[in-house]
């Protein structure tokens, strides 16, 4: 038995889906032409692949695309709300029905493994839909009085780290309070939201309640601009999202943004050491680190620094980074050739001011974007990746020696959205929590969602809350 | 001869300084745990790789009857069974070793001579272990003049659970010095001692004891071999070799009928404790009715289709 035990391919097989040559923008319930006629590509981050051509916004389709919202606004938002639950719960059970399609789709588009598209995000974005639909007969006892109303129209610009994600996030609480609906996915990641056009089509739901363009930058700003926009929701960048906010400024329009983070995963020296492991694993490495609430800085007991390091490094080594479609990759592609040269400039930064980088020792394909799992030790509050959002596979490794120590740098940060604590003791959790600076916080886990939870960040991570009956009310007019 | 690492030596000194270093050792976070080893079982084995682990998991199972109604001629068919596992394929590999009553040791043992499948007895008033020291060594001691090349023992549970650590790790102690040049496997009973801190702790008095092997459970009780605490166990081995050098093998024992469970104990071997354990001198399991399974998939690899119950024998 001198041979390892090698695991052979296992890879999903990519005939479920269907990929058109090209795709329309999709406005009142049809597929058109963006009225300039311009297109762009979109590539399969893991093999550079073109997959397919996409319509370009611009400014012309936003307009059309807002006045067809505003027009089926009226109609949508006079149904009565078990009405629109009766259509929430038929995309819901569309997307379980066509979750291998999406999980399949989504790891072609994105490039993140197959096994978490099929495990975790298609399960929470079915899940999102059922919450919701099941909170759109129910309003008058949510808390915000009787009868709340829904705000207009919703123009919501979304990222490329969990695209079909993101849009759950973004339009079942919309749909389920009233409101219709202008989405622009990310030019990375267009084509999940145009599946989910169709989706929308196969559920029967009215023209014009949910509308999709795809498109780049100048697309999203003509759309939180409008001024026929009731109400705008972001996620992504921090940059992008103080310019949102300027913008919005002065306006009616109701806003949240989710944005940055630079998630603490503080590990006392009584944590379940093992688990706790896995936890910063989960932290940082689900979905390469291109998550905003990563738990991309590891504040260690400095007494159990040694264990945890070395425990790290030998499970990190356990990784299996390749072919996001075989079913048995932990770590897949980086989305784009922009964000990987990003994270590489932030780690060449990293190592230029001291910090000891230390990276997985696994090999590389020879085509599309990869990073290999880093962490860097020897890091101090000063230092860049102790500070900056890297957005990538990369933890940075900072140490503490009392609880005080650990809070005071948990919170040194222009960041707010999430944090980790570890330890077997209960009222430690309890005490260390109160005083993180976070929008959530986890206890002996991290990366977990539900949309019964509400989600949402402190400082420069943004404002307002996406999930549970908290996502409710940036719908509402309260 | 006992082998306590010199690294620990000092924390089996006082019922007190074994008590301290046990509850020092990192907690267990079960939701944690449990949801690791859910994740690995979701490895995706296939082809190659699949034949591979069915060879290896075939050649570490304990072919093991333990029944009030055991007889000579049921031992002698399953050390048969064990050299021959396939009638129909030479090719299959041998299992590691039949594991019997130290009644039935003696009858093994002349089955397997020359065969190099071990002999492996339970013994220490198996499976209650509900008996006298000298009652137990004296099991040990029969069992391996019998011809046992391998000792599973059971710990004093009751012992355990009332926080009588010294008193198990110095039973442990006894028995290995009683086994002479068998390797001893302690069996901590999982099911029985219910927290997976206890499992943790166990398992460190059974290595600090010097077992060759740690193993879960005598498959006599509702919960046996899980895929959470055989986790666990592993990451004790692959602990105790870092601090030590000693390497310590690990067998789940009770309740791994199929091929697929199989392949996920192996995956768990080896994404947790490392490639130096996929080997039956390291890692077996403790299954009788697991063998058929593997044999049929093995049948099904090498024809293309599945075969029946009737193309296995039956013990």
Not at chain 1, 302 to 323: F, I, Y
Not at chain 2, 86 to 101: E, G, S
Not at chain 2, 241 to 251: C, D, E, L
Request: with cysteine; aromatic share 8%; glycine share 8%.
């Amino acid at each position: 038995m001198a041979s390892a035990f090698e695991y052979a391919p296992a890879p999903e097989s990519r005939s479920v889906v269907d990929i058109a040559p090209s795709y329309g923008l999709f406005i009142d319930g049809e597929f058109t032409e963006a009225a300039e006629g311009k297109v762009f590509k979109t590539v399969s981050p893991s093999t550079e692949e073109v997959l397919s051509e996409v319509a370009r916004a611009g400014t012309a389709d936003v307009d059309r695309a807002v006045k067809a919202a505003r027009k089926a606004f009226g109609k949508w938002s006079a149904l009565p709300g078990s009405e629109r639950a009766k259509y929430l719960f038929r995309i819901a059970r569309i997307i379980q029905e066509r979750s291998r399609e999406l999980a399949v789709l989504e790891t072609l588009d994105n490039g993140k493994p197959i096994k978490e598209t099929r495990d975790a995000d298609l399960p929470l974005v079915a899940a999102h839909f059922f919450y919701y639909a099941g909170w759109a007969d129910k309003l008058d006892h949510a808390g915000y009085g009787a009868n709340p109303r829904p705000l207009g129209v919703a123009g919501q610009v979304i990222p490329w780290n969990f695209p079909l994600l993101m849009l759950a996030w973004k339009i079942a609480p919309a749909l389920a309070t009233g409101n219709t609906v202008v989405l622009k996915p990310a030019e990375t990641t267009p084509l999940s939201a145009l599946f989910f056009a169709d989706i929308c089509r196969q559920a029967g739901l009215p023209k014009g309640v949910v509308n999709i363009l795809t498109g780049y930058g100048d697309a999203g700003e003509a759309l939180v601009t409008h001024p026929d926009v009731n109400k705008v929701a972001f996620t992504g960048s921090t940059a992008v999202g103080k310019a949102i906010a300027r913008s919005v400024a002065g306006t009616d329009k109701k806003v949240t943004l989710e944005l940055g983070g630079k998630g603490a995963n503080i590990v006392f020296d009584d944590a379940p050491i093992d688990q706790a492991v896995e936890g910063i694993v989960t932290g940082i490495f689900f979905n390469q680190g291109q998550v905003c609430c990563a738990g991309s800085r590891l504040l260690v007991q400095e007494s159990v620094q040694d264990e945890v390091l070395d425990a790290l490094k030998r499970r990190l080594s356990t990784l299996r980074l390749g072919d996001p479609l075989d079913k048995n990759t932990d770590i897949g592609a980086i989305n784009s050739a922009e964000q990987l040269a990003r994270i590489t400039a932030l780690v060449e930064t990293g190592e230029a001011e001291g910090a000891e980088r230390w990276s997985a020792p696994c090999e590389l394909p020879s085509s599309g974007y990869w990073f290999a799992p880093t962490l860097f030790t020897n890091v101090t509050q000063a230092h860049t990746v102790a500070r900056d959002e890297i957005f990538g596979p990369v933890l940075s490794v900072l140490t503490f020696r009392t609880p005080d120590e650990a809070v005071a740098k948990a919170n040194n940060t222009q960041y707010g959205l999430s944090a980790g604590i570890w330890t077997e003791k209960g009222s430690r959790i309890l005490a260390v929590a109160d005083k993180l600076r976070a929008g959530v916080v986890w206890a002996n886990t991290f990366n977990k969602f539900d949309p019964t939870s509400p989600f949402g960040g402190y400082k420069e991570s943004g404002y307002g809350r996406e999930g549970g009956r908290h996502g409710l009310e940036a719908y509402l007019d309260v | 001869m006992p082998t306590t690492a010199p690294a620990f030596s000092d924390a089996t000194a006082s019922d007190s300084a074994l008590r301290r270093f046990l509850f020092g050792l990192p907690g267990v976070d079960a939701v944690g745990l449990e949801a690791r080893a859910a994740a690995l079982g979701t490895r995706s084995i296939k082809t190659t790789a699949k034949a591979y682990a069915i060879d290896l998991a075939i050649s570490m199972i304990d072919l093991t009857t333990l029944e009030g109604a055991d007889t000579p001629g049921k031992v002698r068919a399953l050390a048969a069974k064990a050299v021959n596992p396939d009638p129909t394929d030479r090719t299959t590999p041998r299992t590691a070793a039949v594991c019997v009553y130290p009644d039935m040791a003696a009858t093994a043992a002349a089955a397997l001579a020359g065969s190099g499948v071990k002999v492996a007895s339970v013994a220490t008033a198996f499976p209650a272990g509900r008996a006298a020291l000298d009652v137990k060594l004296a099991d040990v001691r029969d069992a391996v003049a019998a011809g046992a090349d391998e000792i599973d023992m059971v710990i004093d549970r009751g012992a355990f659970l009332s926080g009588r650590f010294l008193k198990v790790y110095e039973e442990i102690t006894a028995v290995k010095a009683e086994c002479g040049p068998a390797r001893l496997k302690v069996i901590f009973e999982t099911g029985e001692l219910s927290t997976y801190d206890n499992i943790r702790r166990a398992s460190w008095i059974g290595m600090l004891a010097g077992a060759d092997f740690i193993k879960t459970s005598t498959g006599k009780v509702a919960t046996n071999a899980t895929p959470a605490n055989t986790l666990l166990m592993l990451e004790a081995v692959r602990d105790f070799r870092a601090a030590t050098g000693v390497q310590i093998g690990v067998k789940p024992a009770g309740g791994i009928r199929t091929t697929k469970d199989a392949v996920k104990f192996l995956v768990l071997v080896n994404e947790t404790a490392g490639e130096d354990w996929l080997d039956p001198h390291w890692f077996r399991f403790g299954a009788s009715s697991l063998l058929n399974d593997l044999l049929m998939q093995r049948q099904k690899l090498s024809t293309g289709r599945y075969s029946g119950p009737d193309y296995v024998t039956v013990d």
